[in-house]
């Protein structure tokens, strides 16, 4: 069995990268999927397809949605959902991201600095593993997907 | 993954084809379902398989459930349903599906003109996109399954 | 049990006051819920609350919102939708609702001419009976409630 | 019958009085439901029922597991939910809160200034409405109770 | 707690009444609801309301569509389903009431003599109790209900 | 996309042979599952494997609950279910087995002659189709799952 | 709000009394349910009822049946679950209940001795909260129920 | 179709061995999943990987939360789970599964010796199968998918 993992939050640093290398160096039996990454992309889609609305706020809605038919699309059928709250911006869509796991019953790990602990208590009770670095989100999936703790 | 689009709605025009070529032309990893097309098919397929009824009501019937066995089952399996309403004909149909896909979850795109906006409204504010042609259909759907918004 | 009866559709003749007086008369145990058919409340709540937006189709969708939070929340309560297609306009939203009802598995009565019966068979296919007169439904409510056939 | 309405987010403003007196005001058919909102007893809860942990993660884990009790009961309960995102602090329990719900399939309707609009699009994309202000949650709970537009 | 009890199957003997007179004598806290169980009734609820269609197949069709607004609904909201199947008559509506009260995991008692016994074994096989008269039925109520086994 | 037949009901005539061949002879992408057939294993596989039970009613048990794990788990896994009502037996399992597929909302077609009708009609109208030889059964599932009518 | 709270396990020590106790004095507006806790009840109900049978693993399946109808309703119907794990007896129907429970997405807390905090980490892990005194389950419903931490 | 099995419970035993054994000689088309069941592993991959707490309750914690990605995963998606109760150790955690598996109604065989046979009667009522040796499992695994009731 491939175990599919979504890849939720932050997307201006390289933590997808190095989770996703890190996997492949280990060998995993894993497919990662994930939200559009390339953040122009991303605002731009809605009124890029479908036509500039005259207010801003529809621009985002717009973007917005597009962007929900792939990301609802790829959390519900991903096995385990891994929320990366950085340092920078409020991401709130990763925490929202993280509400639509735990509803769903989907395993769910969290990603972050100690600094947000206390900010993100309720999200970190509702997830299985609560990771500091990348590299132990791979350690976990490996020990999930093949019983081996590793080196 | 490949995804599934369920393509709902008006069976008179070409858009199906439009869509469908334009995404082969570009080479999306999508696959398309749908319900039957041919009109007098449709319309026949209960009588002439289960007998001729008295009355044209149960004609009628005889032939909406055996297209439904077809239509319940895929809009059920789609990944994405789009649902088009053209100019003519009332399409009830197309929004008893939407309504259907919206219950379930599944993300809907509508796809008809500017001027049953107001008519539409309930419908749209249940989709994730509202297009006008074809082509922002297949734009979505590249955007959606490959991150790329397309020339 | 008092029965929640919601009532779907056309809110431009008194199909809904024939349906409770009649069902007030024979003193049936049933409860019912509805849109707001106050056309132009319904059509202006989103604005009037939340501010107009610069374009037609942002006002349709804010006020459909509004809407939604009334409709949806009370056909997930109903015990039956009753849905109501009149001899004008393409109520669309009508058909959305059976839909909703459809796939939630909630009884559905359809009430409409028989000159729509074509249109509408992949609809009431669906729906466990087809009335044509809001007595009928008074009717099919009394037996269903309290098992007595009426004179 | 009486809607429940969950307030969910920012604790540290006086808007769940403006949401509460006001509909108390206007005579509407809601009760209202919420986290524990004072502060002090959210955080401390779990260590004072179950006892003090050694490190400060687990003392948040036992508070947030406590209150979770409480929250994901009530969501679970609630007809709407509204979340309220303030000026301040991440409140990724707010959004967290939204995913849940949005999750669920319960109406959600957000409370923000326009500056966080950008941020927040991916929740606001999941709501019915977005308001700035506590009278118009107010404004739409009676329109959608009652079907009254209000003066 | 008021217990819901559907009661399922047979109409041409007493044994409604039986339980329904041996659970009042009781005084358990229980209510019983059930089909219509005026044969007549029921078999021309539809003909009677919504008109004599031209042949008996769709007469019966209609008639079970308005039963089954009815019975669909009931067994959905019944805690406990109990299914009698007698000795005459073929009763597949009550073996199918059995399977719908299995799939929702509504807890499921069968009564019926032991003659039927192999014959029953896929749906006894689903009940959590398989009784023999309906005095049995009214001692498993009470003692689900007050935890009494009673004289 | 495979299909998924459920063939449920009468093991005692050569029906499912008759749609398995006619389905394999039009070339239809549809895969069939069933309960076991062969009448001596089902009603021996609980006590072969498990050991005798003293009494006949824990050894119908026995065998009922091993056949049910096959049964269940394809019932819940078919795209589409059938079932054939024979001309002996009560067959109480098929109408138990249309019971399951109707609450989980699988499409449902059954087989039967028209002697059975009024018995039967409650489980017809949960059917999409009432088909009365197995050729109609293959006619049906080559219209749903490719379109044609076929000569 | 009146929360309903199952308590779950062992049945020879007075914790449920203590915990019901304590609720009263505190006011709470809480109601409890659980299993028959007349532990000789509980295990001849089925035969005393269903009549005897030869051997005493259908013996126990019996009463096992009939003690689940109560069981897997009021599970079902709870707001919270409390499961207490004593010092004797292996209490397995304690932790199927929690898995159970946790399946079902209810809340559920745990009460036990910290001798078993190593064999129950898995239950203990699907946990909101875990108890060691019947005192800190009630003070953990007064605060969810009421916000108050209490004295 | 390749039917999963989630082989759940008894870590300390050739249980498991004996099954696949068995299955792979029988030329089965079943693919077993399950827990992890190098013990150490299992015991220390939390703290291994997210570091050493201070407190052993929260290092089990840890430990259980890793280990619950797998299991919830793997038992969701299994077709059947067997678990298996040994004659030492309190096995919680079988009981746990076993809960998880009747609430999400996947079908549940037992395994274990007759003198757990009163202490699990709650488990052993919710299965389909009760059986005593692996070798039993294998000839029901081989019954339910090839419908043979071998030698």
Redesign the interface.
Same mark, same amino acid.
């Given at each position: 069995?491939t175990?599919t993992i979504y890849l939720s939050g932050e997307i201006h640093t390289d933590w997808r990268q190095r989770v996703e290398q890190d996997a492949t160096a280990a060998g995993l039996d894993v497919a990662f999927?994930g939200p559009?990454?390339?953040h122009a %992309?991303s605002d @731009?889609? &809605?009124a +890029?397809?479908?036509g500039e609305?005259?207010?801003?706020?529809?621009r985002?809605?717009?973007?917005?949605?597009?962007?929900?038919?792939?990301?609802?699309?790829l959390i519900?059928?991903a096995?385990?959902v891994v929320v990366r709250?950085g340092e920078q911006?409020?991401?709130?869509? %990763?925490?929202? @991201?993280? &509400?639509? +796991?735990?509803?769903?019953?989907t395993?769910l790990?969290t990603l972050h600095p100690?600094e947000?602990?206390?900010?993100?208590?309720?999200?970190?009770?509702?997830?299985?593993?609560?990771?500091?670095e990348p590299e132990?989100v791979v350690?976990?999936l490996r020990?999930?997907?093949s019983?081996?703790?590793g080196s």
């Open positions: 069995m175990w999927t559009v990454t390339d %992309a @731009d889609c &809605g +890029a397809i479908l609305p005259a207010e801003p706020f529809w985002d809605h717009l973007g917005a949605g597009v962007n929900a038919i792939r990301t609802r699309t519900e059928q096995d385990v709250f911006y409020r991401q709130w869509n %990763a925490a929202f @991201d993280a &509400g639509i +796991a735990s509803a769903l019953g395993p790990i100690t947000h602990d206390h900010a993100l208590k309720e999200v970190d009770r509702a997830a299985l593993a609560v990771a500091r132990q350690s976990i020990y999930v997907t019983g081996k703790l």
